[in-house]
């Protein structure tokens, strides 16, 4: 099993940065493909990036392409996003999700068996 535990979300102005973490525990963390979904008020969670075992393949929503970074260290079992140039409709909360498959490639969230709480990233107009 693994704990995901996100950090890093908060109220930032629409142009502004933040970097999400999400510490992993238990398992082996470079076992697990690591993605990051996200889910606005009424709305479906919906996939924003992903990433391989050892970081040599990331994937992107096409909404979030070129502002958002996702990366990892597995010496401190962490991932991260790093969200630049966001934009109000970035506003959700973000979940962090391990996926058995080191491929990392996957994009539904059925795909993913662990999960964080989550953490609210708001941005204002």
């Known amino acids: 099993q693994v704990q995901l535990v996100e950090s890093g979300g908060g109220l930032v102005q629409a142009g502004g940065s933040l970097r999400l973490s999400c510490a992993a525990s238990g398992d082996t963390f470079s076992n697990y493909g690591m993605g990051w979904f996200r889910q606005a008020p009424g709305k479906e969670r919906v996939f924003a990036a992903a990433?391989?075992?050892?970081?040599?393949?990331?994937y992107y929503a096409d909404s979030v392409k070129g502002r958002f970074t996702i990366s990892r260290d597995n010496a401190k079992n962490t991932v991260y996003l790093q969200m630049n140039s966001l934009k109000p409709e970035d506003t959700a909360l973000y979940y962090c999700?391990?996926?058995?498959?080191?491929?990392?490639?996957?994009?539904?969230?059925?795909?993913?068996?662990?999960w964080g709480q989550g953490t609210q990233v708001t941005v204002s107009s």
């Open positions: 999700a391990a996926n058995p498959s080191r491929r990392g490639e996957g994009t539904k969230w059925y795909e993913y068996n662990y």
């Open positions: 990433i391989s075992w050892n970081g040599g393949r990331t």
